[in-house]
């Protein structure tokens, strides 16, 4: 049965780098047909999809987010993780790790999807 | 930058039909997935690629895309059905950008 768990600090002082992990079970991550992804909730408030990896190197990104966001995939520890650079309060948020579906849409470009997400994990951006 | 549009609140009384629509121009050519946040939890995928139900979600919930708009119907509501509820798809674009509508609200009493 698939798992997936969030690991990582729940504060973080303001222009720091926040780090995830995300470590997943029951589940191979070099599964071709998905993408390893994030999406984020401030409190109160709605789902903000960050960014997927597949564990080839391939990556999506908010355009808002791409130039302080990475995502990758470390195929060894069947984990896969986010930093997000240069932190302000806005960034505290509920962090939720997920698989994503991929299919190919009509023009042949990648689109992908979360389908299992993990319990989510609180960051606080607070010096 | 992509948007979906979602209604803030839908409100049913029990055994009613709910539905919660979800708005976006590619939506025609993309598909849509909808996602159901019950309080302190994590979204669960209730409907995906417009119309299909994973496994364990019940049949009460369907989804239906036509044009612009998607639409979630929860046929026969429950009280357990209350929640807020997101939709999500992806642009035409080459570089994948993907959103969430706003969520909405659903309230069973």
Redesign the interface.
């Known amino acids: 049965q698939l798992q997936l768990q969030e690991s990582g600090p729940g504060l973080v002082k303001p222009s720091e780098t926040l780090s995830l992990t995300c470590t997943v079970s029951g589940a191979t991550i070099s599964n071709t047909s998905y993408y390893w992804g994030w999406?984020r909730q401030p409190p109160g408030k709605?789902?903000?999809?960050l960014g997927s990896a597949h564990y080839d190197g391939t990556t999506?990104y908010?355009?808002?987010l791409k130039s302080r966001l990475t995502i990758s995939v470390d195929t060894s520890k069947t984990q896969f993780s986010l930093r997000l650079t240069s932190v302000t309060a806005a960034d505290t948020a509920v962090f939720?790790c997920a698989r994503h579906?991929s299919?190919y849409?009509?023009?042949g470009?990648?689109?992908?999807?979360?389908?299992?997400?993990?319990?989510?994990t609180l960051v606080t951006v607070s010096s | 930058?992509y948007e979906l549009t979602q209604p803030p609140s839908v409100s049913v009384s029990p055994g009613q039909t709910a539905r919660i629509t979800c708005s976006g121009d590619a939506l025609p050519?993309?598909?849509a997935?909808w996602?159901q946040?019950k309080s302190g939890?994590?979204?669960?995928?209730v409907i995906?690629?417009d119309t299909r139900r994973?496994s364990g979600i019940p049949l009460r919930f369907s989804g239906s895309s036509s044009g612009t708009l998607a639409t979630l119907t929860i046929s026969g509501a429950q009280v357990e059905d209350e929640a807020d509820y997101?939709c999500?798809s992806?642009d035409?674009?080459?570089?994948?950008?993907?959103?969430?509508?706003?969520?909405t609200k659903l309230t069973v009493l």
């Open positions: 999406i709605g789902l903000e999809w999506f908010n355009p808002s939720y579906s299919y849409d009509s023009s470009y990648v689109k992908t999807s979360p389908d299992y997400w993990g319990p989510g | 930058s050519q993309k598909y997935y996602y946040q939890l994590a979204p669960v995928l995906f690629e994973p997101y999500y992806t035409n674009g080459v570089n994948h950008e993907a959103v969430f509508g706003g969520g």
